[in-house]
């Protein structure tokens, strides 16, 4: 495996909450390839405390924003400056909420207050994120910027609810700014299309079960975990990619290309859903083996 994919970059990650966020294994994985980075994320995130255990676990400082507020943006990017002495090389948005999609709301009621809430959250973030890092200068020449999608954007789940919408505005916003970015200072800017994931968000979807299941029938390479995404987010912010931008990236075991498999023919028609402990049994073993 190649070593200090990163040595000597800055960066700054967004969305850590806990030891199953996609933030928290970039992070991780950053802090191994020699990075030096801070983590943010919402001030009712940060009250659950882990972020500060992955702090010290990267020796990281933890600042607290809100990106749907200007103000705290432009003091995260000012304190990150401060704290890694410099601009950075590299953002992680991975970041997502859905008032409705919490309270259960069905796709054809929802609350179009929460709605809006969800596209600011979910996608209007990065724009603020970037508009603000253009307006500063905050990211060098060559730098890289990475969100975090998911296929609903393109395709209907029926209980991704407005989640779908949030993706498709975050993956046309990576393609804007990117063109924007790119003729400035050639930062790159992609997203990336994650599997289901079994993170504290992704398993508050409705169905999240059924859909695991299915997606881990239907790819040929089976399900990207967590860890998976964590290193292909490390080759992004890394020079092996300085070509690549305003891409939407699938990360997903080949799923996006699947019409349908022998596997979901043979027998996931008939499980509903039940092989989804079979599934993660085994990843856990894997996961020891791999350890």
Known sequence: MIKNLLKGKKGVILGALDANSIAWKVAEKAHQQGATFVLSNAPIALRKGDIFTLGKQTNSEVISADVTQVDDIENLFQESRNILGGNIDFLLHSIGMSPNVRKGLRYTDLDYNYMMKTMDVSAISLHKLLQVAYKMDVINEWGSVIALSYIAAQRTFST????????????????SFGYHYGKKKKVRVNTISQSPTITTAGTGVGGFKSFYAYAQCMSPLGNASSEDCADYCIMMFSDLTQKVTMQNLFHDGGYSTMGISETLIQSCFTCQGECFDDIIERERVMGKKKE
Do not use: N, T, V
């Open 160 to 175: 991704y609810s407005d989640m779908a919408q949030a993706k498709a505005m975050l993956e046309s916003i990576c393609r």
